[in-house]
């Protein structure tokens, strides 16, 4: 059985960081590159960030870079998102998911994603 597992939300003063993680099974984790995800309510789901399967090139929407960091570890199927200097528009629900797309052609079209996680929760107060 294929799963994108998230971990690692949850609520943090705005200035403050938290790390996501995001663990899969049941897929050649490395063969894929890895994006995140979020969805605020009432807004449309917003890709942020993707890390390459082979090279680990990263990319980073403009809402994020300078702030967010992706990285992953293969050897332990694992991708994280390092998120610094949060602020409450941060607040969402983020997933991670897996492609064979890479770059900003996956983060800016998610339908590319092969398998999504459930998500895990942020709230940053003001």
């Known amino acids: 059985e294929v799963q994108l597992v998230e971990s690692g939300g949850g609520l943090v003063q705005a200035g403050g960081s938290l790390r996501l993680s995001c663990t899969a099974s049941?897929?050649?984790?490395?063969?894929?590159?890895i994006g995140w995800f979020r969805q605020a309510p009432g807004k449309e789901r917003e890709g942020i960030s993707c890390i390459n399967a082979n090279d680990n090139s990263t990319y980073y929407t403009t809402s994020v870079k300078g702030r967010f960091t992706v990285s992953r570890d293969n050897a332990k199927n694992t991708a994280y998102l390092t998120m610094n200097s949060l602020k409450p528009e941060d607040t969402a629900v983020y997933y991670c998911a897996a492609s064979r797309w890479t770059m900003s052609p996956f983060v800016h079209n998610p339908e590319r994603a092969a398998y999504w996680g459930q998500g895990t929760q942020v709230n940053v107060s003001s």
């Open positions: 049941g897929f050649t984790f490395g063969d894929y590159a």
